[in-house]
Protein backbone atom coordinates (compact mmCIF):
# COMPACT_ATOMS: atom_id res chain seq x y z
CA UNK A 1 0.00 0.00 0.00
CA UNK A 2 1.33 3.77 -0.97
CA UNK A 3 1.18 6.00 1.72
CA UNK A 4 2.39 9.12 0.16
CA UNK A 5 -0.16 10.75 -2.03
CA UNK A 6 1.13 12.63 -4.87
CA UNK A 7 -0.16 16.33 -5.37
CA UNK A 8 -0.59 17.47 -8.35
CA UNK A 9 -0.71 21.72 -9.22
CA UNK A 10 -3.21 23.09 -11.58
CA UNK A 11 -1.48 25.16 -14.39
CA UNK A 12 -2.21 26.44 -18.21
CA UNK A 13 -1.07 25.09 -21.16
CA UNK A 14 -0.48 27.21 -24.20
CA UNK A 15 -0.87 25.85 -27.37
CA UNK A 16 0.13 27.94 -29.91
CA UNK A 17 -0.40 25.57 -32.62
CA UNK A 18 -4.26 24.89 -31.18
CA UNK A 19 -4.55 28.43 -30.24
CA UNK A 20 -6.14 27.28 -26.75
CA UNK A 21 -5.50 27.78 -23.31
CA UNK A 22 -6.49 24.51 -21.07
CA UNK A 23 -6.24 23.35 -17.84
CA UNK A 24 -3.75 20.82 -16.74
CA UNK A 25 -2.84 18.90 -13.91
CA UNK A 26 1.09 18.57 -13.09
CA UNK A 27 2.62 16.43 -10.12
CA UNK A 28 6.21 16.76 -11.15
CA UNK A 29 9.12 17.64 -14.17
CA UNK A 30 8.07 14.72 -15.75
CA UNK A 31 4.50 16.12 -16.27
CA UNK A 32 6.19 19.64 -17.56
CA UNK A 33 8.30 17.82 -19.99
CA UNK A 34 4.57 15.93 -21.60
CA UNK A 35 2.92 19.15 -21.37
CA UNK A 36 5.25 20.56 -23.28
CA UNK A 37 6.39 17.91 -25.39
CA UNK A 38 10.32 18.98 -24.59
CA UNK A 39 13.05 16.93 -22.61
CA UNK A 40 14.58 20.18 -21.60
CA UNK A 41 12.92 23.06 -20.51
CA UNK A 42 13.40 26.66 -18.55
CA UNK A 43 11.43 29.19 -17.38
CA UNK A 44 11.39 33.06 -19.38
CA UNK A 45 8.92 35.09 -17.22
CA UNK A 46 7.67 35.03 -13.49
CA UNK A 47 4.05 37.54 -12.52
CA UNK A 48 4.65 39.01 -9.60
CA UNK A 49 2.21 36.83 -7.76
CA UNK A 50 4.72 33.77 -8.13
CA UNK A 51 3.27 31.91 -10.88
CA UNK A 52 6.06 31.22 -13.72
CA UNK A 53 5.83 30.45 -17.21
CA UNK A 54 7.75 27.83 -18.60
CA UNK A 55 8.83 26.83 -22.16
CA UNK A 56 10.95 23.96 -24.50
CA UNK A 57 14.70 25.14 -23.87
CA UNK A 58 15.69 23.70 -27.22
CA UNK A 59 12.38 24.86 -29.57
CA UNK A 60 14.27 27.02 -31.87
CA UNK A 61 17.02 24.81 -32.66
CA UNK A 62 14.57 21.52 -32.56
CA UNK A 63 14.34 22.02 -36.39
CA UNK A 64 10.72 21.15 -36.02
CA UNK A 65 8.11 24.03 -37.59
CA UNK A 66 6.97 25.86 -34.83
CA UNK A 67 4.13 28.20 -33.95
CA UNK A 68 4.94 31.37 -31.56
CA UNK A 69 2.92 33.15 -28.92
CA UNK A 70 4.04 36.11 -27.22
CA UNK A 71 3.37 36.88 -23.22
CA UNK A 72 2.50 40.13 -21.60
CA UNK A 73 6.46 40.91 -20.00
CA UNK A 74 8.51 39.12 -22.29
CA UNK A 75 10.20 40.95 -24.84
CA UNK A 76 10.97 38.13 -27.24
CA UNK A 77 8.50 35.54 -29.61
CA UNK A 78 8.02 32.54 -27.58
CA UNK A 79 8.32 29.36 -29.94
CA UNK A 80 5.99 26.04 -29.19
CA UNK A 81 4.30 25.66 -26.33
CA UNK A 82 4.32 27.21 -22.77
CA UNK A 83 2.95 26.12 -19.37
CA UNK A 84 2.27 28.75 -16.80
CA UNK A 85 2.17 26.76 -13.04
CA UNK A 86 2.17 28.63 -9.70
CA UNK A 87 4.86 28.45 -7.52
CA UNK A 88 5.87 28.27 -3.71
CA UNK A 89 7.59 30.94 -2.01
CA UNK A 90 10.11 28.21 -1.60
CA UNK A 91 10.21 26.95 -5.13
CA UNK A 92 7.96 23.98 -5.31
CA UNK A 93 5.30 24.05 -7.62
CA UNK A 94 1.67 24.61 -7.11
CA UNK A 95 -1.44 26.00 -8.44
CA UNK A 96 -1.16 29.18 -10.62
CA UNK A 97 -2.91 32.03 -8.41
CA UNK A 98 -3.62 33.65 -12.23
CA UNK A 99 -7.40 32.65 -13.54
CA UNK A 100 -7.59 30.95 -16.73
CA UNK A 101 -9.38 34.21 -18.06
CA UNK A 102 -6.67 36.17 -17.41
CA UNK A 103 -3.95 33.85 -18.20
CA UNK A 104 -5.55 34.43 -21.72
CA UNK A 105 -5.38 37.79 -21.39
CA UNK A 106 -1.23 37.91 -21.38
CA UNK A 107 -0.84 35.68 -24.67
CA UNK A 108 -1.12 37.07 -28.06
CA UNK A 109 -1.05 34.23 -30.97
CA UNK A 110 1.22 35.05 -33.79
CA UNK A 111 0.59 34.45 -37.08
CA UNK A 112 3.22 31.71 -39.14
CA UNK A 113 5.00 34.12 -41.86
Same mark, same amino acid.
Given at each position: ?40 ? /???? @?????? *???V &???? +??S?K ?22 ? /???? @?????? *???? &???? +? ?7
Amino acid at each position: MNTSEEKSSIGYLIDPESRLITVVSVSDFKDIQKHLECDIF /TTVR @ALENGD *TLYV &DDMS +LISGKPQEFFMFEGYPSPIAGRGLLLGA /TPDG @ADADCE *TNVV &DAAM +LVEWLERV
